[in-house]
């Protein structure tokens, strides 16, 4: 089955500064890539997704990456805000006609944007 | 606005104990599943479900089962609780295909003593 790793565990950076989350998978057949952000004590909730077809994509202050020959892909938050703090996690699955079953998360990257 | 309902936030048990979590969704998703989140594991899966009265196990089932006896609600059982299902379960629901967004309840915290 499909093994998600995601490094740093932890990551602090100044505000405005950019921070960088990387995940890596193991299934060649898993094509959809989406990132949650869980802020203490809530739900983790989608804030971008990538699938297979596309090696980047955008939504203001976040872009994630994608290498699909490699196997790996990225989050990146520029300009972070201390608002930008939370836990983040990347997934992968092989989407298509799959139930979700399939997904599987990465272990969290908890990031701290010191004021 | 899809809404993922955990009944119980916060829950005390003690070793032995039978434990119920409840989930409801009112977004007539019919798959449903049951995470364990622990510090510096992740979202493991423990059950899933895509149909009323149809269940999967996960990666770790062990010591859980489940129930869906209507489309909205999926219920996660611990038979017989130990210290080690100390943990944040949360309940998730998505429509039929996948690579759709998986939305996630707020948590339960359970603490088995």
């Known amino acids: 089955g499909e093994n998600v790793e995601q490094h740093p565990s932890t990551l602090s950076v100044q505000e405005g500064d950019s921070a960088v989350i990387k995940c890596t998978y193991s299934?060649?057949?898993?094509?959809?890539f989406p990132w949650y952000k869980q802020e203490l004590g809530k739900r983790p909730q989608l804030i971008i997704d990538?699938?297979?077809?596309?090696g980047e994509k955008k939504d203001q202050r976040i872009a994630v990456t994608l290498n699909k020959t490699a196997k790996h892909f990225s989050l990146h938050i520029t300009e972070t805000q201390p608002e930008d703090s939370a836990v983040y996690f990347c997934?992968?699955?092989?989407?298509?006609?799959?139930?979700?079953?399939?997904?599987?998360f990465g272990a969290g990257t908890r990031l701290t944007v010191k004021p | 606005d899809v809404k993922v309902t955990q009944s119980s936030r916060y829950l005390v048990k003690r070793t032995g104990e039978k434990v119920f979590l409840e989930c409801v969704q009112d977004?007539?998703?019919?798959?449903m599943f049951w995470y364990r989140q622990d510090p510096g594991l992740g979202l493991r899966l423990i059950y899933f479900?895509?149909?009323?009265?149809?269940?999967e196990k996960g990666d770790i089932p062990e010591g859980y089962s489940v129930s869906r006896e209507k489309k909205e609600r999926f219920s996660l059982i611990l038979e017989s609780a130990s210290t080690n299902q100390t943990s944040m379960y949360l309940c998730?629901?998505?429509?039929?295909?996948?690579?759709?967004?998986?939305?996630f309840g707020e948590g339960s915290w359970l603490t088995v003593v």
């Open positions: 977004m007539d998703h019919e798959n």
């Open positions: 998730a629901s998505t429509p039929e295909t996948s690579g759709n967004t998986i939305y």
């Open positions: 997934a992968a699955s092989m989407g298509g006609r799959s139930n979700n079953n399939d997904m599987r």
């Open positions: 479900s895509y149909d009323v009265k149809m269940k």
């Open positions: 990538i699938r297979s077809n596309v």
């Open positions: 299934d060649s057949a898993s094509n959809y």
